[in-house]
């Protein structure tokens, strides 16, 4: 190797470089201040007029003490980029605290509103982050066409915070969609620290750079977030040009922004607009005329490796083997040529020329050894290949194995030997991506924080639907097997079944029976869907996912909590039969060691307000989530809905007041809104209202719902009982004193609501 090296070192230094030398490469269009204190502007965005394009004029302000710092609008610039298309602005911390001693609250929330200018919040890069232990915040944003709103609830007692834990503890974040250009902050009043306020006065809310927030218990008990940059967090924007993909821009040369020779459009992966970029083999402004230059490749030897002759080119270079030499001068190295393919056929020719002389004795023997050496060389290399391909793939069988038996695949095995009839099966990996084509982006049914949902058929033909997790704790994978057991056993009408599992990739994987018809909440919130929906079967859908949970919460001992009750989390078969599913999300989340869990689960509008103080899943906590449903099944809104155009609402909450207030009538969905079924409504809003309990104790068993909407959908399909309250009593097994008052003309909602706590009684 050394021997040609010392030619080729020789050879380089005498190769004139082609390329001329780029010129200091400029960043700003002519007259225009390249920075602004220590931040440097590049075009696009430009400090005064005619400096920048449209949206992206910047203003370099004094800020005192002659430090000067950029600013669009009131927002303060701390840094920009053109490749991520990104810059870094100041967001301010809105705030929430209780004073005790006036018994009040003071709040100030901020908004930023870029609507009309070619910035949005970076999805991947920014999350609402809340900090706060008696905290419910929302953030609603706005993109071209949508609103989205978001919510973040974190709780705490004084003990359980733990730093850099941001996980509903004292602490909470959530991520946003693509496109939002407008973003403002709310603050829940019922929760208002007035409970906490002892310890944690204060709470926070920014939506701000993952990478900047760290937790830190200070946070909750002193006012160091608000103290720190003037009460400011970091948040990152991805910007654009215009609102156009390339193709369009690009039939516009007057407007279209790509200026620079050798520079390629691309569109944004945020939102509308277009970004350019240097072609390969290029850099510099790819938006301003002569801003992409050539790249001289044979001075960044780390980045261009050439172990050979190197020649610069116009956006390339060519790397060759010195004259004499050959190899692959790139990644490898140059070596003398010898080519003994050449020698051995000369070799052939003497022979077959002159056989039997001396000279060519020697020279067959040669040939002979060459060839021996040559197919043994051959052999080995195969032989290397077979061996290593057979140690690759005893590794990744090993591999599957350690996860299936950490997974406590054993356990289920023996589980399965020991029931012959269970009909719960072990799939390979290789099986469940056979049956979702490798996890095909157009397979995924939904997804979630806690994973993604595909859809699959398998080699049967059925249809399942896949569960792939993402990360759970150790713990709970040694768990995994036994948990398998109990939810296998799980055989209910009403609840999704539970096909088998996959063990033997990291995170397992379930295997669901696939449900034709969607949500129920596709269902509720699909205007054409909904009008078609009559009463008796919104009474039938909320009796059967109160059976499914009753069933679940009386299955096992403990009880085996569902902890995501919610519409979206009941499917619906053809005949609208409803199928709770997910009824496993609860072990999917992280437990520390006093079993508590430490991330706030479930959704937002469903929420039991007494698990945000005690971090402590119930059953009841089941019940206050499902009294949402019946809520949505009766107005035909979602748990958090919109009023007007940009007030929102928890559904609970307004369905609470407008039942003290006694005009229930007005949150009802029109298609149910009927004069003979209103006292029915009132039952089944009186039963929600007491799913809604704040406290938890006084809330109804999941058993005592499912039987009381069982009555209830009972008596929508069979009305003519109405009228023989004895025929009732046989029917419904209920005290006859209670009809007697049903039938009486005279009965308010209140009463029937005293009739029915009775009656439980
Ligand atoms: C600019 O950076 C230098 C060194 O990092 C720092 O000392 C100086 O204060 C900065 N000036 C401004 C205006 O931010
Ligand atoms: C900006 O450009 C316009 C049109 O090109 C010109 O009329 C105007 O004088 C320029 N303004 C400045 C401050 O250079
Ligand atoms: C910065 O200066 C511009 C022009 O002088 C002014 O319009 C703007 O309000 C200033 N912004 C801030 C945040 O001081
Ligand atoms: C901008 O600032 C952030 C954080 O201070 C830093 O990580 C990043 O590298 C900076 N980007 C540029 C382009 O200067
Ligand atoms: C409560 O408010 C009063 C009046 O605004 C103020 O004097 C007092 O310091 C506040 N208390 C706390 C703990 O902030
Ligand atoms: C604070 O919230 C509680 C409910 O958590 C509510 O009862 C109380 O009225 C609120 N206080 C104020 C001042 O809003
Ligand atoms: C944002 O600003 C634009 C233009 O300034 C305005 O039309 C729009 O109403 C604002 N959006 C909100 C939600 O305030
Ligand atoms: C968290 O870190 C802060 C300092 O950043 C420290 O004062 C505090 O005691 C720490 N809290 C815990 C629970 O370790
Ligand atoms: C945060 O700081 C601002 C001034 O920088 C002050 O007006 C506000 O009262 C502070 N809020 C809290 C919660 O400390
Ligand atoms: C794109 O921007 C132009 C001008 O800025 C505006 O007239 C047009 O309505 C926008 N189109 C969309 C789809 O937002
Ligand atoms: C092209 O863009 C320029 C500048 O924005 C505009 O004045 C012109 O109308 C556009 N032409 C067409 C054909 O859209
Ligand atoms: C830009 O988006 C459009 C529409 O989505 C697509 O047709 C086009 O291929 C994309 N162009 C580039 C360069 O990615």
Redesign the pocket.
């Known amino acids: 190797m050394g021997a040609w090296m010392l030619p080729c070192h020789s050879l380089l230094t005498v190769v004139p470089l082609i390329a001329v030398t780029a010129s200091a490469s400029v960043n700003t269009l002519p007259g225009c201040p390249a920075t602004c204190g220590n931040v440097s502007i590049p075009y696009p965005f430009g400090i005064g007029t005619n400096c920048s394009l449209p949206g992206f004029e910047l203003?370099c302000?004094d800020t005192g003490n002659g430090v000067q710092k950029p600013?669009h609008t009131?927002v303060?610039f701390i840094n920009i980029s053109l490749l991520p298309a990104q810059a870094r602005i100041y967001n301010q911390i809105s705030w929430q605290c209780y004073n005790a001693t006036y018994a009040d609250v003071s709040y100030s929330t901020w908004r930023l509103n870029f609507t009309r200018y070619p910035f949005r919040f970076s999805d991947t890069d920014n999350k609402f982050t809340v900090v706060g232990c008696d905290t419910f915040a929302y953030i609603s944003g706005q993109n071209q066409n949508e609103m989205f709103d978001g919510a973040c609830a974190s709780g705490c007692s004084k003990e359980n915070l733990k730093n850099g834990s941001c996980s509903g503890h004292g602490c909470c974040q959530t991520s946003i969609p693509k496109g939002i250009n407008y973003y403002d902050v709310t603050f829940d009043d019922d929760f208002n620290n007035s409970q906490v306020w002892h310890f944690n006065p204060c709470s926070y809310a920014v939506l701000a750079e993952v990478d900047w927030f760290d937790f830190s218990t200070a946070y909750i008990t002193t006012r160091e977030l608000n103290e720190t940059n003037g009460g400011r967090a970091p948040v990152v924007l991805d910007w654009a040009i215009g609102n156009e993909t390339c193709e369009v821009a690009q039939r516009n040369t007057t407007s279209y922004a790509c200026l620079s020779k050798n520079s390629k459009c691309f569109n944004s992966s945020n939102g509308l607009g277009y970004l350019c970029n240097c072609s390969s083999g290029y850099k510099g402004n790819p938006y301003l005329a002569d801003g992409c230059q050539d790249i001289d490749e044979c001075t960044l030897k780390d980045e261009y490796p050439c172990n050979g002759i190197c020649t610069n080119m116009p956006g390339d270079y060519l790397c060759k083997c010195p004259p004499g030499t050959k190899g692959d001068p790139k990644y490898g190295t140059c070596k003398l040529y010898v080519s003994t393919r050449h020698e051995g056929r000369s070799e052939n020719c003497n022979l077959q020329c002159r056989p039997g002389s001396h000279s060519n004795v020697s020279s067959s023997v040669k040939m002979v050894i060459g060839i021996v050496t040559s197919t043994s060389v051959a052999f080995l290399l195969l032989l290397c290949i077979v061996v290593s391909m057979v140690h690759e793939r005893r590794k990744l069988n090993r591999i599957k194995e350690e996860y299936f038996w950490r997974h406590g695949g054993r356990l289920l095995l023996e589980e399965i030997k020991s029931k012959q009839g269970l009909a719960f099966k072990v799939f390979t990996k290789e099986e469940l991506e056979q049956a979702t084509s490798n996890f095909d982006k157009s397979r995924i049914l939904g997804g979630g924080s806690h994973g993604t949902v595909y859809k699959g058929t398998l080699n049967d033909g059925r249809a399942v639907a896949i569960k792939k997790s993402k990360l759970i704790d150790d713990h709970q994978k040694k768990e995994f097997g036994k948990e398998m057991v109990i939810l296998s056993q799980i055989n209910h009408k009403n609840v999704v079944k539970l096909l088998g599992c996959c063990l033997e990739v990291e995170v397992p994987m379930l295997v669901y029976a696939f449900v034709s018809n969607g949500t129920l909440f596709q269902l509720i919130h699909d205007r054409n869907r909904t009008s078609h929906i009559s009463l008796d079967t919104r009474l039938e859908i909320a009796f059967q996912s109160a059976e499914a949970l009753a069933y679940l919460h009386s299955s096992a001992s403990p009880p085996f909590l569902h902890g995501d009750v919610k519409s979206s989390n009941v499917l619906l078969d053809d005949n609208y039969n409803a199928k709770v599913s997910d009824f496993g999300a609860s072990m999917f989340v992280p437990k520390d060691e006093t079993q508590f869990a430490t991330l706030v689960q479930g959704t937002c509008g469903y929420l039991d307000p007494e698990y945000l103080h005690t971090c402590q899943l119930t059953d009841k906590s089941d019940v206050y989530s499902f009294g949402v449903v019946p809520l949505e099944l009766l107005t035909g809104r979602k748990a958090i809905y919109f009023e007007g155009s940009d007030e929102e609402k928890s559904l609970s909450s307004s369905f609470l007041s407008a039942m003290k207030e006694d005009r229930l009538l007005q949150l009802l969905d029109a298609h149910i809104k009927n004069e003979e079924d209103i006292e029915l409504i009132g039952e089944d809003a009186e039963l929600a209202r007491q799913c809604l309990h704040v406290r938890g104790e006084d809330r109804p068993t999941m058993k005592e719902v499912a039987d009381d909407f069982d009555r209830l959908r009972k008596f929508k399909q069979h009305p003519f009982l109405q009228h023989n309250p004895k025929e009732i009593e046989s029917f419904l097994w209920k005290p006859s004193s209670y009809f007697e008052n049903e039938i009486s003309k005279y009965y308010s909602i209140e009463m029937k609501a005293s009739l029915n706590i009775e009656y439980r009684e």
Do not use: K, L, Q
């Open positions: 203003s302000n600013f009131n303060e």
